[in-house]
């Protein structure tokens, strides 16, 4: 055999071999590839979306944080506020009850110094009914009427 003609058949046989390459082999080999770029880059774009979507959700979770503290806060102050108020309440009313109680107090006195103011005028008028029944059945005389009267001062 011949170099030569071995030579042209092994390049013969190459661009078959290379021409049936590119027209069967090749294009699967290519679509695969493709579509394993496709896939991972769909799956970097997701990755990137889900990136996204969770700096979004903490956003979202630390908004929500913030909206919660700030309400408690202001429901703290609102308790607050309303405690005050009962208490002032609470106040008022203990006020107005004393008030009432003082005053029941002071009129139940005063009425008690009334009785007692009455009690002595008549014990007053008594004895000085008595004195004066006491001097007038005696004898009209200066002297006894002063020991008479000093009598009833130191009864009275």
Request: no cysteine; glycine share 4%.
């Amino acid at each position: 055999m011949n170099l030569n003609s071995t030579l042209f058949a092994q390049i013969v046989v190459f661009f078959i071999l290379a021409w049936f390459t590119m027209q069967f082999v090749w294009p699967p080999i290519v679509k695969a590839l493709d579509e394993r770029a496709k896939k991972v880059a769909d799956g970097l774009a997701a990755a990137e979306r889900g990136k996204h979507d969770l700096e979004l959700a903490t956003r979202r979770s630390v908004e929500a944080l913030r909206e919660g503290k700030e309400k408690s806060a202001e429901l703290l102050t609102q308790a607050e506020k309303r405690a005050a108020l009962i208490v002032e309440d609470a106040k008022t009313q203990a006020r107005i009850e004393a008030e009432r109680i003082v005053a029941g107090g002071k009129a139940e006195a005063e009425q008690e110094a009334a009785r007692a103011r009455e009690a002595l005028r008549e014990q007053v008028a008594a004895l000085a009914l008595a004195g004066a029944e006491k001097i007038l059945r005696r004898e009209i005389d200066a002297k006894a009427h002063a020991d008479l009267l000093s009598a009833i001062k130191q009864d009275l």
